[in-house]
């Protein structure tokens, strides 16, 4: 599997290991107003209609759509997706792991997260600094599928490293970001 493969999933990591740096880092795109609120309604609800987003958003229909469709273009809107109660569809534990490895050769981070990148357990992975490697969130359906994740984490090549951390309660968990 090639990097651009393995870093195309948005629950991913998505800049290859041996291209981080300040280059890819690019600056906030300049918005104005209506493009601000246009992005706040559709992280408040995804689904509204083009029409009650153009009225919410004090401008007509048609330039409404060719604001969002821009927004998509650059990347800003990457897609929509439907909230779910994980515990009503058996997924009871959320749980955080925090990954050590023995080397942060690029071919060595890229396998890791490409093998826990392929679990459909796995909800985010990020590699981090400060205290560990990655930090992953993951779903179980109970404690002993929690444990088999442990288990399969513990037991990957090159991790030395891990600390579990599940949930006990959420009390904000917000998508998108302040606009």
């Known amino acids: 599997m090639d990097a651009s493969a393995i870093f195309a999933d948005a629950n991913r990591c998505h800049i290859p290991f041996g291209e981080m740096n300040a280059s890819t880092i690019s600056p906030p795109i300049e918005l104005d107003a209506i493009d601000r609120q246009i992005i706040a309604e559709l992280q408040v609800d995804g689904r ?84 560990g490697d990655f930090l992953v969130r993951l779903v179980a359906r109970d404690a002993a599928h929690q444990n088999i994740l442990t288990r399969r984490l513990t037991d990957s090549a090159h991790v030395v490293r891990v600390q579990t951390l599940q949930t006990i309660h959420t009390s904000r968990d917000l998508a998108g970001v302040p606009i």
């Open 48 to 131: 509204m209609t083009n029409v009650e987003l153009a009225r919410r958003a004090g401008i007509s229909a048609p330039p409404c759509l060719r604001r969002v469709r821009r927004l998509e273009e650059l990347g800003i809107i990457r897609g929509y997706h439907a909230e779910v109660d994980a515990a009503l569809l058996g997924w009871s534990l959320n749980f955080y792991a925090l990954i050590g490895l023995d080397s942060q050769k690029g071919s060595v981070l890229e396998a890791f997260e490409a093998q826990v990148g392929a679990w459909p357990e796995t909800r985010e992975c990020h590699m981090i600094r400060g205290g």
